[in-house]
């Protein structure tokens, strides 16, 4: 009912910046709109749990984790149904594999209270960032 596809991950020097892309498409007779998601980016390393990155709800709350505050920016573009991730200052430790997450409803009323513990039933395939120092 929502694909969703990542791209604009690469390899950049630490202090560099990148920004993601997750383009989204909903399936109009799921009842799924693009404004009506909640969306959020994750990261994992191999070998590693998956770890919350930043989301964005549809009252306009935009949590992020510790690490990135101050760093990384989310948002939202509902006409071009893309979510976009900049980020800036990269480190070293931002190597990983960055995916694009989304729901909607009572799922993202759970979401918003568990972060930086959220679930979501829609996944992309994930852009590879790779950051050298």
């Known amino acids: 009912q929502v694909t969703l596809v990542e791209s604009g991950g690469g390899s950049v020097q630490a202090g560099g910046s990148l920004r993601l892309s997750c383009a989204a498409s909903t399936y109009s007779r799921s009842g799924y709109t693009f404004s009506t998601l909640c969306m959020a980016w994750f990261r994992q390393v191999p070998g590693k749990e998956r770890e919350a990155v930043a989301a964005i709800f549809t009252d306009g709350n935009t949590p992020y984790a510790d690490s990135m505050k101050g760093r990384f920016t989310i948002s939202k573009d509902n006409a071009q149904s893309t979510l976009y991730l900049q980020m800036n200052s990269l480190k070293p430790d931002d190597t990983a594999m960055y995916y694009c997450?989304?729901?909607?409803?009572?799922?993202?009323?759970?979401?918003?209270?568990?972060?930086?513990?959220?679930?979501?039933?829609?996944w992309g395939q994930g852009t590879q960032v790779t950051v050298s120092s």
């Open positions: 997450a989304a729901d909607k409803g009572l799922v993202c009323t759970f979401a918003a209270r568990v972060w930086p513990k959220p679930n979501f039933g829609y």
